[in-house]
């Protein structure tokens, strides 16, 4: 099968598409033509070698799919052929990552995809979903407590804005100038446009989607500060205790998000699209920042 592989760290232009044999479907496997992978953060930092790990070459990067079940192992009953799936693999604890044409994998860690959402843009769900579910997961919020967001307009920030509001928590927000109407249009109250101009001890937690240690000045003494990004954490301050959340793969939660979708509960923007050959020119893009909307490749 073709994928987009490195054979060693560096800048974008490492990626080319080439052929790569095809992975054996165990029992409990699903075998999945891939409609669409969605570009994240972990990608480019895999890709260059900011993260370090140990990486068998060649390598194939991606965490999120979307696309059509097509060959099940003897015992999956989860899904069958012809279904549409979404998926997130952990790419580093894989042989393969999503920039494939096919993927391979533990059937719980799919769902079905959202109804009635194009099959390619429901790839934009599942790292993103999960990391902001389990992250809101880490905090203990009474009824109505409110919460500061930075990176709101993020991929990240937006899911968690949006479950914060479904849960009845006011939600202000740390963005960027241009991304106020989008975030006021959801439901978000005050939109900050610089750590400078946040308020002082004013919000029960501080979800920081956006690597912005100084955003702790938001939380109240004794409130919680729960962060995704790789950037260096604040110190424990006024009885806060910063935490760290990282995203573990979980089919069943993923499912629980692609429901929400169909339900109109929640939405997922999907920004560029580039074919899968032109992997290097979207991480190129998108590492330059500025982008709204999660970037695919299309298989």
Do not use: C
């Not at 070459?57 to 999956?76: K, L, M, N």
Request: charged share 20%; net charge negative; proline share 8%.
């Amino acid at each position: 099968m073709k994928a987009v592989t490195f054979h060693r760290t560096g800048d974008p232009e490492v990626l080319a598409l080439a052929e790569v044999p095809e992975l054996p479907l165990g029992p409990q496997d699903i075998r999945v033509t891939v409609t669409a992978a969605a570009v994240n953060p972990v990608d480019l930092k895999t890709r260059s070698g900011f993260l370090t790990m140990n990486l068998t070459y060649p390598a194939v990067p991606g965490w999120d799919v979307s696309g059509v079940v097509t060959e099940t192992g003897s015992e999956v009953t989860r899904f069958a052929v012809g279904e549409q799936v979404i998926g997130m693999i952990a790419q580093p604890v894989h042989r393969y990552g999503t920039y494939a044409e096919q993927v391979t994998a533990d059937a719980r860690l799919f769902a079905r995809a959202p109804a009635g959402a194009p099959l390619e843009e429901a790839a934009a769900l599942p790292l993103a979903g999960l990391t902001a579910v389990q992250t809101l997961a880490k905090l203990t919020l009474p009824p109505g407590a409110p919460v500061l967001v930075t990176g709101a307009a993020g991929a990240v920030g937006r899911i968690a804005v949006q479950l914060l509001l479904a849960d009845g928590h006011p939600v202000d927000a740390l963005a960027r100038t241009g991304d106020t109407e989008p975030l006021r249009a959801i439901g978000v109250g005050t939109v900050h446009t610089r750590p400078e101009d946040l308020p002082d001890a004013t919000h029960t937690a501080v979800v920081d989607t956006a690597g912005v240690a100084a955003a702790i000045r938001a939380v109240a003494d004794g409130g919680q500060f729960v962060a995704i990004d790789d950037n260096l954490q604040p110190a424990p301050e006024r009885g806060i205790t910063p935490r760290k959340s990282y995203v573990d793969e979980n089919g069943d939660q993923l499912q629980t998000l692609s429901d929400l979708i169909t339900a109109g509960r929640l939405t997922v923007p999907a920004g560029r699209r580039y074919p899968l050959a032109d992997a290097a020119r979207a991480h190129h893009d998108f590492g330059a920042g500025g982008l709204r909307g999660k970037v695919l490749l299309l298989a």
